[in-house]
């Protein structure tokens, strides 16, 4: 498709707007799960409840027998199969999902892994061993089938076993792995993670980026870049050099993805800094979720359409698919259709990338290669230069996600309007302090269940009520890390919130959850596209991490409500009581 390909480059290389008139290349290239007639007849059909039923679904034959078969079926009909020729069709031409994977237990799995032990609170502690039991609920392997015939599935092939978040997501996705490989760490499987992380490494050599998630129809699209990251957490547990060795440039080859396709320059009082954005300039509404985007779609006029489902792609890209975060600043920031996620310079992305650069100046120096060590050294503090003049506001204490059409910062409360602090990328000491303050005037600290996704109801998962586990780990690692008594002891506050949430949700469902509403006590959360999904592996990750880093602390007892900001102080006497009395 070269007429497609150098369009593209040449839309990359000006950096153009998705203009109206831009007719933008398909997802994937393929016509049954990507693009094309059957896919849009099946899903427009709605013959099942969530649209990404059928594009999971494996072919019976070779595609071009099926294409062959609907091209004849569909001229038949005039190009309009009815429903139940359609539903016969698919039935015929089609394996029901799931049928390319295969259940796996993780051979490294055993009974009691030693954080167990640092749990004081006997129900938390038998609670953490029944998460610990889930990872062998959520492993999958891969049939021989997807190998010997892909251009039967739309999964993607990964020679490793590996952990699925649960629920409707059955093949891998790229964010969620690094809260589970977080969890399986601690849960001692080394050996499941290091086969993660390989199938993620040989996804990046062979599409230069690591997916969304295991489909081909998220190929052309990524989530939030922590594969640096995960090959951190697996080697603070191995210290494997050598698989560090090996893939050093892989890790590489992805950061360069993101600098060649996902940059934008801003410019502010005479300077250029460059910062990066999610941007995925494909065109055709999002396969697994065909029907919505199509109907969307209509409500705008029809030289908009493409914009939006490229905008639509760009906020799976961010992981918050979808959020105020991505609507606000427009013409209509209350509906989906005005969705302007690529307009946007988000905190969150650039400080996991101010992160990844560092961690790779880090791994370079211990590989010996002292020039890439300091190429990475300067583009983490070129990025942190960026972060400090373009989306930190000193009179708030937070960084904010940059408008580049309107010029200015979005001032709306997002829990990744901290990462940076997670992230350790900053150069004020007194960062920690402020942050603190930031969350204590936008009264986060009142919330009891956990921390509130952003303060506004649009009815989008990514939004309030919902809270969101790894949203969680961002503000509580990030201020546990900081030098400051008070800081220490929010986070460990604002973790008891989080497992008694989670804790007191499993004691009535016996289920984990992807997302909870805590807006009246915790419970499973809702909004969004799919009803809540059990499972559910970033979920279990964090709460196995909180539980680690706080299990001589934490309780299962009843919820107590969060102290007002200017009581806090009165959070440390129990604490400091309490060390006292211990020595």
Not at 23 to 48: D, R, T
Not at 188 to 198: F, I, P, R, Y
Not at 486 to 511: C, G, H, M, P
Not at 535 to 545: D, E, R
Request: with cysteine; charged share 20%; net charge negative.
């Amino acid at each position: 498709m070269p007429g497609r390909t150098w369009k593209l480059c040449l839309l990359l290389l000006l950096g153009l707007g998705l203009g109206s008139q831009e007719a933008l290349p398909p997802p994937c290239e393929s016509e049954i799960y990507c693009h094309g007639e059957l896919l849009h007849q099946v899903q427009m059909a709605k013959l099942y409840q969530d649209d990404k039923q059928f594009v999971d679904m494996p072919l019976s034959i070779a595609p071009e027998q099926v294409l062959q078969t609907f091209t004849e079926l569909s001229r038949d009909h005039n190009h309009s199969i009815p429903r139940e020729q359609l539903q016969a069709f698919v039935q015929e031409h089609f394996q029901a999902k799931g049928q390319e994977l295969q259940p796996w237990t993780p051979a490294d799995w055993k009974d009691s892994p030693q954080f167990l032990q640092k749990i004081s609170d006997a129900k938390l502690r038998v609670w953490a061993g029944q998460l610990h039991q889930l990872w062998k609920k959520l492993g999958k392997k891969m049939k021989p089938e997807v190998l010997s015939h892909p251009e039967r599935f739309s999964l993607i092939y990964s020679e490793h076993p590996f952990i699925v978040p649960g629920g409707r997501f059955v093949e891998f996705y790229y964010w969620d792995s690094y809260w589970v490989m977080e969890g399986l760490l601690l849960s001692e499987m080394a050996e499941t993670v290091k086969g993660m992380l390989q199938n993620f490494l040989d996804l990046v050599k062979t599409y230069g980026h690591v997916p969304n998630g295991g489909r081909v129809y998220y190929l052309q699209r990524s989530q939030p870049p922590l594969l640096t990251l995960m090959m951190d957490c697996y080697l603070t547990h191995t210290n494997d050099t050598t698989f560090l060795q090996e893939n050093i440039e892989t890790l590489a080859l992805e950061l360069d993805f993101w600098t060649k396709n996902r940059t934008v320059s801003v410019s502010l009082e005479g300077k250029n800094y460059l910062l990066n954005r999610y941007y995925v300039p494909y065109g055709g509404p999002r396969p697994e979720s065909y029907s919505k985007d199509a109907e969307l779609a209509d409500t705008l006029p029809e030289g908009d359409r493409e914009a939006l489902w490229a905008e639509l792609k760009a906020g799976a890209e961010s992981g918050w698919d979808f959020s105020s975060r991505w609507l606000i600043g427009g013409p209509n920031p209350n509906s989906l259709s005005g969705i302007r996620t690529s307009k946007l310079v988000p905190v969150d992305l650039n400080a996991f990338l101010c992160q990844a650069e560092e961690l790779m100046s880090k791994f370079y120096s211990r590989l010996g290669n002292d020039s890439q060590a300091t190429k990475y050294r300067t583009l983490r503090a070129q990025r942190l230069a960026a972060l400090n003049a373009v989306l930190w506001d000193e009179e708030t204490g937070a960084w904010f996600d940059y408008d580049l059409e309107n010029k200015k910062k979005n001032q709306e409360f997002y829990p990744s309007n901290l990462t940076p602090l997670w992230a350790g990328c900053f150069s004020d000491p007194g960062v920690a302090d402020k942050a603190l303050k930031y969350l204590e005037d936008s009264r986060i600290l009142t919330y009891q269940y956990g921390i509130p996704t952003s303060l506004q109801k649009t009815g989008q998962q990514w939004d309030s009520p919902n809270a969101w586990a790894p949203l969680q780990d961002l503000v509580i690692r990030g201020l546990a890390k900081a030098p400051l008594p008070r800081a220490q002891e929010v986070a460990f506050q604002l973790a008891q919130n989080w497992i008694r949430t989670n804790f007191d949700v499993y004691s009535q469902k016996s289920a984990m959850y992807e997302k909870y509403d805590i807006s009246n006590g915790g419970q499973p959360g809702g909004g969004g596209e799919y009803e809540v999904q059990e499972g559910f592996g970033w979920t279990n990750g964090v709460v196995l991490m909180l539980l680690d880093r706080y299990g001589d602390r934490l309780t299962s007892g009843a919820q107590l409500a969060f102290l007002e900001p200017h009581c806090l102080a009165a959070t440390l006497l129990p604490s400091l009581l309490f060390s006292l009395l211990s020595r």
